[in-house]
Each structure stands twice: as structure tokens, then as C-alpha cells.
């Protein structure tokens, strides 16, 4: 997940790409937030273990279907007085469980921290720092650059420049990359990246052959922190599957959301939701970190690029 260069925004649905699958393609709709979702998650189990359908708490609550979906999906900000007629409707009388739900409404419309960046920053950008910030580990794999969160600031800067925008965006969004990397570094330490770094992304430069070798360097440092988990995929290796394409997926803890699993396209990103589809990824993941070089000899093969003088 580099969130490399911006593409051209235009716009965009928001809604699934097929009934009854939960996929949403994020261009500059509204931006579903991680803690918006998990009391909306919250909401949605309750409704149905009692077996109503959304259309049925739509017509109580005297709104439309689509504003209970839009609470559901983590896309419409809590009132107190929404949240006392859902209290009602779904028999949350337990002053313990009214408690919970009013601190999570409370954390869901608290404005984030990377509000500052919201004028530059794509709508689908925000979405990812959004579940980045909440998630307890972090499966990614980027076959044509390093994920931003193990990126040097000269070497965003690069990766960044590429995707055209005036000098002060650009370097807006770069204080937006620092600033995420320094929350993953400082968050508690069972916060864990899985990175499956693609070694032709290794060896596709960005900048100049300095900022590469800053980079391998640093690459070299994050591998002895556990925090990072550092994989490489071959590229003169036979049937490796990297088929699957850019993809993240999002794990939190204590089940408070489901995992999510995440797709950066050109101009835009797709996160599913879906459980067969985010298996799937999730599977093809493992699949992909399995066949990967073990950390041990993927240090090596950082140290042997890095001294090779591929980057002059």
C-alpha cells in the first residue's frame, strides 16, 4: 500500500460492485471512517440477532433505507438522539452496553488527527490511514513500489512527485506519510506490519541512486525491529504467485470489525468487506508470504543489494 502517485479524482458510486457483495470503490464520496464502522458493525449485529431487516429499522426511525445502510457502513455521523431511537428499537437496555455505544459514537465523530490533510489527501488515502490508525496488524504487498509505511521521506518524496500536483500538496502529502509512519512506530508494540516487499520494486529506482541506497538502508534497520515482519518475493524465481495484485488487509482486535481487505487502483481504491472475497485475499496472501525469502534471507538480499553497487 504505497498510496504513490494521485490520480485524477473524478466521480465515483460508493455503492457495491454486484448485489449483496460488500465491495466499495472510494473516489471522492464520502469517506467511511474505522471508528464510524465499528459502531456501525456494532449497531448491524444487534439488529440482526433480533431479525430485523434494515428496511424494517429504516421505517421506525422514519428515515430511508439508504441513511440506515450509511450508518451501518461507518458513512453518516452519530447524533445522540439517533443513537437513544436505536437504543429503543433494539432493546439495548443494559446502561453498561448504552455506556459502550455512546463512547464509541463519541470516538466515531471526533474529528481525526489527519484532519490538516483532508484538502490534499484523495478520499480513498483517508480511508486507509483511517483503518491503518485502528488496525492491529497489517498484511501488505506492493509489486510496483515499497509500502508507504517503510518508505524514507526522500524516497516518498519521489514516489510522490511522480503523480504530477503543485509543490505544496506534494509536500503535504509527504508530512501526511512521515506523520502515519510515526504513529505506527509509537503505537503499542502488538501493532505489527507483515510487508511481502516485490524485489522488482527493489530494483525499480525512485529519485536517485542515494535515496535507493538511503532506502535499503532503512529497510535493513526496520527488519531488525519486530515490529516489522519483512518478506521478499524473488523476481528470478518460477510460479511465484504474485497475481494477486496490490492488496492490504486490515486485522483489529477483539473482533471489534471484521478484517478488511483493501485494493489501490489508478485513481481510486477498492475495500471489500465481503468475507469470501477478503478469504480470498487473504489466502492468496499467505500463499505469497509462504514462498517469499524467510526474514533471515531477505535481510541477506537487502544486504546484497545494497553492496552490490546496482545503485551507483
Known amino acids: 500500500m504505497g498510496q504513490g502517485p494521485a ?15 460488500r465491495v466499495r470503490y472510494i473516489r471522492d464520496e464520502a469517506v467511511p471512517s474505522a471508528p464510524r464502522m465499528v459502531l456501525g458493525n456494532a449497531l448491524r449485529v444487534r439488529r440482526e440477532a433480533l431479525g430485523l431487516k434494515q428496511e424494517q429499522v429504516a ?9 440506515v445502510s450509511r450508518i451501518e457502513s461507518g458513512q453518516h455521523q452519530f447524533k445522540e438522539r439517533d443513537l437513544a431511537r436505536f437504543f429503543a428499537i433494539y432493546r439495548v437496555d443494559d446502561p453498561a452496553e448504552q455506556a459502550q455505544l455512546r463512547e464509541l459514537a463519541e470516538h466515531a465523530n471526533r474529528l481525526p488527527w489527519w484532519q490538516p490533510w483532508s484538502g490534499v489527501a484523495q478520499k480513498h488515502l483517508q480511508a486507509v490511514v ?23 521521506e526522500e524516497y516518498a518524496r519521489a514516489v510522490i512527485a511522480t503523480g504530477g500536483g503543485d509543490v505544496q500538496q506534494r509536500e503535504a502529502l509527504v508530512a501526511l506519510r512521515v506523520e502515519r509512519q510515526r ?16 524485489e522488482g520494486s527493489l530494483r525499480r529506482g525512485y529519485g536517485s541512486p542515494q535515496i535507493m541506497r538511503r532506502q535499503l538502508e532503512h529497510l535493513i534497520e526496520l527488519a531488525a525491529c519486530p515490529r516489522y515482519l519483512i518478506r521478499i518475493a524473488e523476481q528470478g524465481r518460477y510460479n511465484v504467485p504474485v497475481h494477486i495484485g496490490s492488496v492490504t488487509i486490515w486485522d483489529f482486535s477483539a473482533r471489534i470489525l471484521p478484517d ?6 489508478y485513481d481510486g481504491g477498492l475495500i471489500f468487506q465481503d468475507e469470501e472475497q477478503v478469504d480470498a485475499r487473504i489466502r492468496g ?4 508470504r509462504g514462498v517469499s525469502l524467510t526474514p533471515e534471507r531477505s535481510l541477506q538480499r537487502l544486504r546484497d543489494l545494497l553492496t552490490s553497487g546496482y545503485y551507483r
Open 7 to 21: 490520480g485524477a479524482q473524478g466521480p465515483g458510486s460508493g455503492e457495491p460492485l454486484r448485489p449483496g457483495r
Open 59 to 67: 421505517l421506525q426511525l422514519g428515515v430511508s433505507n439508504s441513511k
Open 130 to 152: 483511517s483503518f491503518e490508525d485502528m488496525a492491529q496488524r497489517i498484511r501488505t504487498y506492493e509489486p510496483q513500489q515499497l509500502p508507504g509505511l517503510v518508505q524514507t
Open 183 to 198: 504513529r505506527f512506530r509509537e503505537a503499542p508494540a502488538d501493532k505489527k506490519l507483515i510487508c511481502v516487499i516485490d
Open 260 to 265: 478488511i481487505a483493501y485494493a489501490e487502483v
Open 285 to 288: 496472501f499467505d500463499r505469497l
